[in-house]
């Protein structure tokens, strides 16, 4: 699978996301796109958003940036995933973009319920 990850630009994701994808088995069976990487900063989200199976949103912290990214991956039809770390009151709004949330404790039981939910979404 092909997958956009998203995230507020505030939130630790070198260290809470990127690394922690790239340590799991996660990478060897998927292509993740990590849009903060040095590589990737200058490609436009709605030139790419189309070719993606998934996006998922780290949404932990709200961004607006973040939102125009999910809003165009709604209306590309792409489906999201919000993953937000446990006791985080999340943005509303996500609701009209998916019905797909998933809160975690720490960062192991993320990537556990990452691959579980990738898993079961190939089937």
Do not use: W
């Amino acid at each position: 699978m092909k997958i956009y990850i998203s995230h507020s630009s505030k939130y630790d994701y070198e260290n809470k996301i990127y690394n922690l994808i790239k340590k799991s088995d996660l990478i060897e069976e998927n292509i993740f796109f990590f849009p903060h990487e040095d590589n990737n900063i200058k490609i436009r989200t709605e030139d790419i958003i189309r070719d993606f199976d998934m996006v998922i949103a780290e949404v932990s912290l709200p961004a607006t940036g973040q939102g125009i990214e999910l809003g165009i991956a709604y209306c590309a039809k792409v489906p999201i995933l919000c993953i937000y770390e446990k006791n985080i009151k999340i943005s509303s709004s996500l609701k009209f973009i998916t019905n797909q949330f998933l809160e975690y404790d720490d960062t192991k039981d993320m990537i556990d319920k990452l691959k579980n939910y990738i898993g079961n979404f190939k089937k």
